[in-house]
Structure formats: structure tokens, C-alpha cells
Nanobody, 120 residues
Framework: QVQLVESGGGLVQAGGSLRLSCAAS????????MGWYRQAPGKQRELVAH???????NYADSVKGRFTISRDNAKNTVYLQMNSLKPEDTAVYYC??????????????WGQGTQVTVSS
């Protein structure tokens, strides 16, 4: 059994900052890519950023220069530092991780989502 638990969402004014965390727990052998996605009302879920096990990163154009993704492999945790937030960043943010179990099975896992609301 594998779980991803997110924290750190909330309400912030435009220009403010938030830091999201996502911790993976359970029967984990290793984790390859970890990432953050978001889904705004009436829109499709979109990639925000992802980070490889070797810490290579990739960002959506809309968040480049404002958001930073990082990970702590010892803690099986991924973070998303969000600065200079804009109202259009308002969405439910989901953590995602490609996890290998001790049975040598790999599949993507999702967190439950955390709401980020940016007021103008």
C-alpha cells in the first residue's frame, strides 16, 4: 500500500508565496519521477513541474521563474515553492509520483489534492 499525502495549500494574496509538500509512504522500493499537477475549475489537469530522481527539473511555461520544485529522497518527499502567485494559479494541486514497489512493480500514484487560492 502506497500513499501520497499533500500539505501546504491555502489562501494567499496575489504576489504572495506558498510551499506545498507531498510525502510518499508505504511499500516503496524507489521513486523515479515526482511532480505537481493542477486543475482549475472547468479546466483539464495540467503539469506544473516535475523532477527526476537525479533532480533534473521541468516546468510549465506559465510558472517558470516563479515556482521551484525540489525533493528529499531520504524522506520520499517532493516540494513546490510558489512565489509571486497570481490569481490564475488558483487550482487544486495534485502530487504525482512514479513508484517502484518491492515486488518490482511500477505505477503512478496520486495525492488527494490541496487547494491553492490566490486572491487579487
Amino acid at each position: 500500500q502506497v500513499q501520497l499525502v499533500e500539505s501546504g495549500g491555502g489562501l494567499v494574496q496575489a504576489g504572495g508565496s506558498l510551499r506545498l509538500s507531498c510525502a510518499a509512504s508505504g511499500s516503496i522500493y524507489s521513486i523515479s519521477v515526482m511532480g505537481w499537477y493542477r486543475q482549475a475549475p472547468g479546466k483539464q489537469r495540467e503539469l506544473v513541474a516535475h523532477i527526476s530522481s537525479g533532480s533534473s527539473t521541468n516546468y510549465a511555461d506559465s510558472v517558470k521563474g516563479r515556482f521551484t520544485i525540489s525533493r528529499d529522497n531520504a524522506k520520499n518527499t517532493v516540494y513546490l515553492q510558489m512565489n509571486s502567485l497570481k490569481p490564475e494559479d488558483t487550482a487544486v494541486y495534485y502530487c504525482n509520483a512514479e513508484i517502484w514497489t518491492p515486488r518490482w512493480e511500477s505505477r503512478p500514484y496520486w495525492g488527494q489534492g490541496t487547494q491553492v487560492t490566490v486572491s487579487s
